[in-house]
């Protein structure tokens, strides 16, 4: 069946990089995501990227993407104190409308 | 700005009441949805709705049925809630179609006691 799979937790200091992997079952799938949620609040859409894609740049934020393992990872670059929050990795599996989450990374990061 | 919103942030409710939850959106979207987040388990769907009236399955009905009678508006209806429906509640939307974002409330953090 589909699944998404991150590890739970990620410390980092203030100003280094912080590197959340995920891994998928489905290669169906046509979109990958980061979503990130704050304490607190509901989920927001960080990044995306289409199956086709190996890489993805938006300002601080790098997201990789090897079809072949299955692997997608998000790079954050000079990690702030904004940053901590939990992000989940997500995917569209065979479905247009759904979307498969994983349990979500909890990133802390520490002054 | 688009938003969707949850009638509540905090419930507390006794085994078996009946408990609603309601989700309103103002961007239109065709498509809602309403999961539970539970520590270490993600994000699990409940129900969605792709249409007034119309509602499918997720991945984890049980205990739970849905309402969608006007378009900006899903309700998740607990019949009889027990504690292991202790949980939050998050609902989203997004248009037809579009498979990449899904707008999502700011959850109701449900305790049964």
């Known amino acids: 069946g589909e699944d998404v799979e991150q590890s739970l937790f990620l410390s980092v200091r203030e100003g280094d990089s912080s590197v959340i992997n995920c891994t998928y079952t489905d290669s169906s799938s046509t979109y990958l995501y980061w979503y990130k949620q704050e304490p607190g609040a509901g989920l927001q859409l960080l990044t995306y990227?289409?199956?086709?894609?190996d890489m993805k740049q938006d300002q601080r934020l790098t997201v990789l993407l090897n079809k072949k393992d299955k692997h997608l990872s998000l790079r954050i670059a000079d990690t702030q104190t904004g940053d901590s929050a939990i992000y989940f990795c997500?995917?569209?599996?065979?479905?247009?409308?759904?979307?498969?989450f994983g349990s979500g990374t909890r990133l802390l990061v520490r002054p | 700005d688009v938003k969707v919103t949850q009638s509540s942030r905090y419930l507390v409710k006794r085994t078996g009441e009946k408990v609603f939850l309601e989700c309103v959106q103002d961007m239109d979207h065709e498509n809602m949805f309403w999961y539970r987040q539970d520590p270490g388990l993600g994000l699990r769907l409940i129900y969605f709705s792709y249409d007034v009236k119309m509602k499918e399955k997720g991945d984890i009905p049980e205990g739970y049925s849905v309402s969608r009678e006007k378009k900006e508006r899903f309700s998740l209806i607990l019949e009889s809630a027990s504690t292991n429906q202790t949980s939050m509640y998050l609902c989203?939307?997004?248009?037809?179609?579009?498979?990449?974002?899904?707008?999502f409330g700011p959850g109701t953090r449900l305790t049964v006691t």
């Open positions: 989203a939307s997004t248009r037809a179609g579009d498979s990449y974002e899904q707008y």
């Open positions: 997500a995917e569209t599996g065979d479905s247009s409308y759904k979307l498969i």
């Open positions: 990227i289409f199956s086709n894609m």
